[in-house]
């Protein structure tokens, strides 16, 4: 079974500062992996999408690396803002036709 | 606009009452998927389509039905619910072409089954 890991479960920080938000993969033969943001009470949207032959996205504020061969990508985001609250989860796919999610974490930037 | 789109968005229900939970998406993607999330358990995939008429298990398909014979619609149907199945459920669709495997989620349906 795939297991996908994200840790912290919730981090709180002061508006501005830099943050960094962990996936950890079981499996290192994955075909791509996702990063989504979800609000309270509403569906995920898409963040950045890297394939498995790429090291890193990027996308405004938010830059995603991906080693596979630790089993780990990052989610960078630069100078937080409120509206950055959310929950954010990694999905990550293998060469079959399933995804698997992290838990998510909770993330919330004080104004 | 693009979306996917869920009815009901809220629904109460009884155990072992028939009920059926509709997806349709206006993006023309091959990809559909059923997902539930639970607290501590985060999205697990029920069922997932590639295209007409094919469907596929997910990790936690008992107790769920599916059916693909539109390309826009993917319903998600519980013959006899259970308590076990209160959820959060979320449907999906995807492209499926090459690099092109975005996601693109529905607003949610939540389910409370007494």
């Known amino acids: 079974k795939q297991e996908v890991t994200q840790i912290p479960a919730a981090l709180s920080v002061p508006e501005g500062e830099n943050l960094v938000l962990n996936c950890s993969f079981t499996?290192?033969?994955?075909?791509?992996l996702q990063w989504f943001r979800q609000d309270p009470g509403k569906g995920l949207t898409s963040l950045l999408l890297?394939?498995?032959?790429?090291r890193e996205q990027t996308s405004g504020r938010l830059n995603a690396s991906l080693d596979k061969s630790s089993g780990r990508s990052t989610l960078y985001i630069a100078a937080s803002q409120p509206g950055d609250s959310a929950t954010y989860l990694c999905?990550?796919?293998?060469?079959?036709?399933?995804?698997?999610f992290g838990t998510g974490t909770s993330l919330t930037v004080i104004p | 606009e693009a979306q996917v789109t869920q009815n009901p968005r809220y629904l109460i229900t009884v155990t072992g009452k028939k009920l059926t939970v509709t997806c349709s998406q206006n993006?023309?993607?091959?990809?559909m998927s059923w997902y539930r999330q639970d607290p501590g358990l985060g999205l697990r995939q029920i069922y997932y389509s590639m295209n007409v008429e094919v469907t596929d298990k997910g990790d936690v398909p008992e107790g769920y039905k599916v059916s693909r014979k539109e390309k826009r619609n993917f319903p998600l149907i519980l013959e006899s619910p259970s308590p076990n199945q209160t959820s959060l459920y979320f449907c999906?669709?995807?492209?499926?072409?090459?690099?092109?495997?975005?996601?693109?989620f529905g607003p949610g349906t939540r389910l409370l089954v007494l």
């Open positions: 993006m023309n993607h091959e990809y």
């Open positions: 499996d290192s033969a994955i075909y791509n």
């Open positions: 999906a669709s995807s492209p499926w072409t090459g690099h092109q495997e975005t996601q693109y």
């Open positions: 999905a990550v796919k293998y060469t079959g036709n399933q995804f698997y």
């Open positions: 890297i394939q498995s032959s790429q």
